[in-house]
């Protein structure tokens, strides 16, 4: 098994030292005179699916009362592919009440977030997860995270065989650590006899995991909505006579960079190789393993995949894949995207069923009076609807599997809550990450402005002579993590410090 160097990060010894993400968790979690966990079980809890954050709004007056900072924890549920059923919907709707703040987010990796969770009601909200057949596991911290899939329900043949794949590579690539139940869960406490050189408990991973976070996406041509360029691993559906032959294998995208460090930067991943179906999951684990033994365990700032392949060569990742999976893959075949973004209203699948594509503004889930009622609308079409729930890559919402005779129904309850509305299209094919005032890296704002910002643009696009209707994707992030992706974009906006932006320029619109 893998052994980094000794000069290795902090973060490396902590996981090593952790007992298998175990560290102090339970005891940081039982301290009542503080709402925070400790610094290094700030590190072990992204592995369980949550960081501790405060809200920003509040810091500069708790400081001047010398109060401890808000402390507050977002929970980030694990969906494989997005896909979720309305039982599951009303029960997070009902744990946001309950523990958060009363909103849902739908995130730009076809999770849920949970925010405003206080320590006290952690292991609570965990445990109503887990209670609604969800889990948080691995959907943060240095693993393979929540895999993504184009959601597309209506091209239903090819995108369940995709999906059905995404979901497997997923489940075979989560940590196997028994931690996450003993902590949160109260499973049953493991006899952990796992010591230095001992890595019994994670066969894939090993004690120290992977150098950073790895991220898998599947896309099914001819939407790239799950942008399958800005992710460590992507896999492409070729079709052929109306079916999936193999997939072609992107290697080395990521979106995240640091201001003023030029070493950093966003990188769009390259096409590798062809593999077939059957080959999937063997290529997921092999090319993770090539970063989990040649990733930069020194420097956590060059520690993603893209470096990897940058600094190695593409070549050699595909020859290093190779020699562990003991063939050769076949050459890239031809595929073509069309857009990245989703295609709002009413389609019917090759079954007959319907789906409707629902514009989430942010991703938010919440009611906004004297516009729409989103949260209580959603929640009364979960109440009657029977099908499922797909989250979309662009942080929207496809009401998925609608039988004909429920259409009229579904209809009369996106009226009723004003949901059914038209959008420009700068505002249909834009999405923002969340920021200000949870996310403890943003340096501007980001969801709480992007609404306004889009107003001002679709008065500007107007008075330009320009249709309202033209499709031109903008994304937001309060800082260069791009969250929200918006290098991929034609306009990226990223944060910088409050009110100032980096405006970046001339991304594809079909995510290339
Ligand atoms: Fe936070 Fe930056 Fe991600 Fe936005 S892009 S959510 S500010 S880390």
Partial sequence: MFEPKPDRSRNEHLKEASRFLRGTLEESLARAETGAVTEDDTQLTKFHGTYQQDDRDLRAERMR?????AFIFVVRVRVPGGVTTPAQW???DKICEDYGNGTLRLTTRQSFQLHGIIKSNLKRTMQAINACLLDTIAACGDVNRNVMCSPNP????????TYELARQVGTYLLPRSRAYHEIWLDGEKVVDTSGPGDDGEEPIYGRFY?????????AVPPSNDVDVFGHDLGFIAIIEDGRIVGYDITAGGGMGMTHGRVET????G??????????????????MTVQRDFGDRIDRHHARFKYTVQDLGLDFIREETERRLGY???APRPFRFEDQGDRYGWHQGDDGNWHYTLFVQDGRVKDEPGHHTLRTGLRAIAEIHDGEYRLTPNENLIIARVAPDKKAGIQALLDQHGLDRPLSGLRANAMSCVALPTCGLALAESERYLPDLLTVLEEKLEQAGLLRDDAISLRLTGCPNGCARPYLAEIGLVGRGPGLYN??????????
């Fill in 503 to 512: 405006l970046y320029l001339g991304g594809a619109f079909d995510g290339s």
């Fill in 265 to 268: 930067y966003p990188r769009a």
């Fill in 270 to 287: 390259d096409v590798m190789a062809f593999c077939t179906p059957d080959q999937v999951m063997d290529v997921s684990e092999k090319v």
């Fill in 328 to 330: 050769t893959l076949g």
């Fill in 154 to 161: 209506y091209r239903s043949a090819l995108h369940a065989e």
């Fill in 210 to 218: 992977l150098p950073r976070k790895f991220k898998i996406v599947f």
């Fill in 65 to 69: 009362k010398k109060m401890e900072k």
């Fill in 90 to 92: 009303l029960a997070l």
